[in-house]
T-cell receptor
Framework: QKEVEQNSGPLSVPEGAIASLNCTYSDRVSQSFFWYRQYSGKSPELIMSIYSNGDKEDGRFTAQLNKASQYVSLLIRDSQPSDSATYLCAVGGSNYKLTFGKGTLLTVNP | GAVVSQHPSRVICKSGTSVKIECRSLDFQATTMFWYRQFPKKSLMLMATSNEGSKATYEQGVEKDKFLINHASLTLSTLTVTSAHPEDSSFYIC??????????????FGPGTRLTVL
């Protein structure tokens, strides 16, 4: 049984701070990893994908992957109130299936 | 990126009726699509994998006779909730892998359909 674990939060940070979201996964052979953002009442929106160890940056977002530790994280720099949402970590498997974590609720306070 | 649409976005129906939800990939072909259900403040739950040209694959605990899936073409999958009851009220979301990026392991989600059964 593949598992993806996230701290459910809520994680509260002040505007302008760095928000750090963490995720661990159980399947050692996983090769693809994704972060989705979901606003209340909306469907998930893809933010980042990462496939290799190390960091991947896209604007204010940085995904970090450590396959040896089975750990993936998302950093949000200069957090804005509009970043307040639930962040879902997902791990790719066979037949295009994704295994999702339960999500971390992030609140950015003005 | 890629665009996946769903219709309707919101539906209210009476108990015992059937409701059809459509999921379309607008700018790419999808031989596989996924159907999820999400209850308030809960995580996404995968219901089934929709396969173009063959039967859908259902996750454990999901009734295939209640949730009928038809993948009629490379751009359209439908989910029919048969004999809906209030406990079927939920947010139904479809997704399709691939998009226009060429990577088939990236899934793009439709906007979701909120079903309310009275």
């Amino acid at each position: 049984q593949k598992e993806v674990e996230q701290n459910s939060g809520p994680l509260s940070v002040p505007e302008g701070a760095i928000a750090s979201l963490n995720c661990t996964y159980s399947d050692r052979v996983s090769q693809s990893f994704f972060w989705y953002r979901q606003y209340s009442g909306k469907s998930p929106e893809l933010i980042m994908s990462i496939y290799s160890n190390g960091d991947k940056e896209d604007g204010r977002f940085t995904a970090q992957l450590n396959k040896a530790s089975q750990y993936v994280s998302l950093l949000i720099r200069d957090s804005q109130p509009s970043d307040s949402a639930t962040y879902l970590c997902a791990v790719g498997g066979s037949n295009y299936k994704l295994t999702f974590g339960k999500g971390t609720l992030l609140t950015v306070n003005p | 990126g890629a665009v996946v649409s769903q219709h309707p976005s919101r539906v209210i129906c009476k108990s015992g009726t059937s409701v059809k939800i459509e999921c379309r990939s607008l700018d790419f072909q999808a031989t596989t699509m996924f159907w999820y259900r999400q209850f308030p403040k809960k995580s996404l739950m995968l219901m089934a994998t929709s396969n173009e040209g063959s039967k859908a694959t259902y996750e454990q605990g999901v009734e295939k006779d209640k949730f009928l899936i038809n993948h009629a073409s490379l751009t359209l999958s439908t989910l029919t909730v048969t004999s809906a009851h209030p406990e079927d009220s939920s947010f139904y979301i479809c997704s399709a892998p691939g998009g226009t990026s060429g990577r088939t392991d990236t899934q793009y989600f439709g906007p979701g359909t909120r079903l309310t059964v009275l």
